[in-house]
Protein backbone atom coordinates (compact mmCIF):
# COMPACT_ATOMS: atom_id res chain seq x y z
CA UNK A 1 0.00 0.00 0.00
CA UNK A 2 1.03 3.52 -0.85
CA UNK A 3 -0.14 6.71 0.37
CA UNK A 4 0.64 8.63 -2.51
CA UNK A 5 0.35 13.19 -3.23
CA UNK A 6 0.09 15.24 -6.45
CA UNK A 7 0.21 18.60 -6.30
CA UNK A 8 -0.99 20.66 -9.06
CA UNK A 9 1.35 22.71 -11.02
CA UNK A 10 2.08 25.78 -9.45
CA UNK A 11 0.16 25.29 -6.75
CA UNK A 12 -2.40 26.58 -8.22
CA UNK A 13 -5.70 25.83 -6.14
CA UNK A 14 -8.18 24.48 -8.46
CA UNK A 15 -9.19 21.11 -7.27
CA UNK A 16 -11.99 23.32 -5.40
CA UNK A 17 -14.63 23.38 -8.67
CA UNK A 18 -13.10 20.03 -10.14
CA UNK A 19 -12.76 17.79 -7.16
CA UNK A 20 -15.56 15.28 -7.85
CA UNK A 21 -14.80 15.06 -11.45
CA UNK A 22 -11.13 14.16 -10.54
CA UNK A 23 -11.95 11.27 -7.86
CA UNK A 24 -14.44 10.09 -10.87
CA UNK A 25 -11.66 10.02 -13.17
CA UNK A 26 -9.01 8.92 -10.71
CA UNK A 27 -10.96 5.46 -10.13
CA UNK A 28 -12.29 5.06 -13.96
CA UNK A 29 -8.20 5.04 -14.76
CA UNK A 30 -7.94 2.47 -12.06
CA UNK A 31 -10.84 -0.06 -12.63
CA UNK A 32 -8.78 -1.82 -15.68
CA UNK A 33 -5.39 -1.58 -13.98
CA UNK A 34 -3.60 -3.62 -11.27
CA UNK A 35 -3.95 -0.61 -8.46
CA UNK A 36 -6.91 0.06 -6.26
CA UNK A 37 -7.67 3.34 -4.98
CA UNK A 38 -8.67 2.73 -1.53
CA UNK A 39 -8.99 6.38 -0.36
CA UNK A 40 -8.97 9.55 -2.13
CA UNK A 41 -9.19 13.20 -0.74
CA UNK A 42 -8.43 16.41 -2.43
CA UNK A 43 -7.00 19.89 -0.52
CA UNK A 44 -7.18 22.88 -2.99
CA UNK A 45 -4.06 22.29 -4.36
CA UNK A 46 -3.37 18.67 -4.03
CA UNK A 47 -4.60 15.45 -3.78
CA UNK A 48 -4.15 12.20 -1.13
CA UNK A 49 -4.63 8.84 -2.23
CA UNK A 50 -3.98 5.74 -0.46
CA UNK A 51 -3.32 2.77 -3.25
CA UNK A 52 -3.31 -0.99 -3.02
CA UNK A 53 -1.17 -2.34 -5.97
CA UNK A 54 -0.08 -5.64 -7.22
CA UNK A 55 4.03 -5.90 -6.66
CA UNK A 56 4.60 -6.11 -10.32
CA UNK A 57 3.55 -2.76 -10.67
CA UNK A 58 5.71 0.00 -9.87
CA UNK A 59 4.68 3.32 -8.23
CA UNK A 60 6.18 5.39 -11.08
CA UNK A 61 3.81 3.37 -13.57
CA UNK A 62 0.52 4.40 -11.13
CA UNK A 63 1.60 7.99 -10.86
CA UNK A 64 2.15 8.40 -14.38
CA UNK A 65 -0.78 6.79 -16.00
CA UNK A 66 -2.93 8.59 -13.24
CA UNK A 67 -1.26 12.10 -14.36
CA UNK A 68 -1.36 11.85 -17.52
CA UNK A 69 -5.10 10.28 -17.97
CA UNK A 70 -6.47 12.76 -16.30
CA UNK A 71 -4.86 15.47 -17.43
CA UNK A 72 -6.06 14.71 -20.60
CA UNK A 73 -9.36 14.46 -19.46
CA UNK A 74 -9.27 18.05 -17.53
CA UNK A 75 -8.33 19.64 -20.30
CA UNK A 76 -10.85 18.15 -22.59
CA UNK A 77 -13.69 19.52 -20.21
CA UNK A 78 -12.31 22.77 -18.33
CA UNK A 79 -10.24 23.95 -21.64
CA UNK A 80 -10.77 27.36 -21.25
CA UNK A 81 -10.34 27.61 -17.47
CA UNK A 82 -7.44 25.91 -17.79
CA UNK A 83 -5.42 28.23 -20.18
CA UNK A 84 -6.10 30.72 -17.79
CA UNK A 85 -4.17 29.81 -15.11
CA UNK A 86 -1.37 27.25 -17.65
CA UNK A 87 0.20 28.71 -20.48
CA UNK A 88 0.97 24.84 -22.07
CA UNK A 89 -1.87 22.89 -23.07
CA UNK A 90 -1.81 19.70 -20.77
CA UNK A 91 -0.25 21.07 -18.15
CA UNK A 92 -1.60 20.25 -14.90
CA UNK A 93 0.38 17.90 -12.53
CA UNK A 94 3.78 19.21 -11.21
CA UNK A 95 6.93 17.05 -12.09
CA UNK A 96 7.31 15.59 -9.12
CA UNK A 97 5.32 13.69 -6.09
CA UNK A 98 5.38 12.61 -2.91
CA UNK A 99 5.12 8.37 -2.30
CA UNK A 100 5.87 6.37 0.36
CA UNK A 101 4.40 2.51 1.63
CA UNK A 102 2.45 2.61 4.82
CA UNK A 103 5.02 0.82 6.75
CA UNK A 104 4.58 1.20 10.38
CA UNK A 105 1.17 3.15 10.53
CA UNK A 106 -1.84 1.41 10.28
CA UNK A 107 -4.02 1.41 7.30
CA UNK A 108 -6.87 2.99 9.50
CA UNK A 109 -4.53 5.60 10.33
CA UNK A 110 -3.51 6.84 7.03
CA UNK A 111 -7.36 6.36 5.70
CA UNK A 112 -8.36 8.46 8.68
CA UNK A 113 -5.40 11.29 7.61
CA UNK A 114 -6.31 11.63 4.20
CA UNK A 115 -10.27 11.43 5.01
CA UNK A 116 -9.52 14.25 7.04
CA UNK A 117 -7.95 16.76 4.13
CA UNK A 118 -9.50 19.37 2.57
Known amino acids: MYHIIFVYKYRKKLLVFNEKIIKELFI ?3 KNQDFIIIEMECDKDHIH ?3 ESEPKVSILQIVRLLKSKSTIELWKIYSDELK ?3 WLK ?3 WS ?3 FACTIGNASENTIRNYIK ?3
Open 116 to 118: NQG
Open 84 to 86: KHF
Open 90 to 92: NML
Open 49 to 51: LLI
Open 95 to 97: RGY
Open 28 to 30: EIS
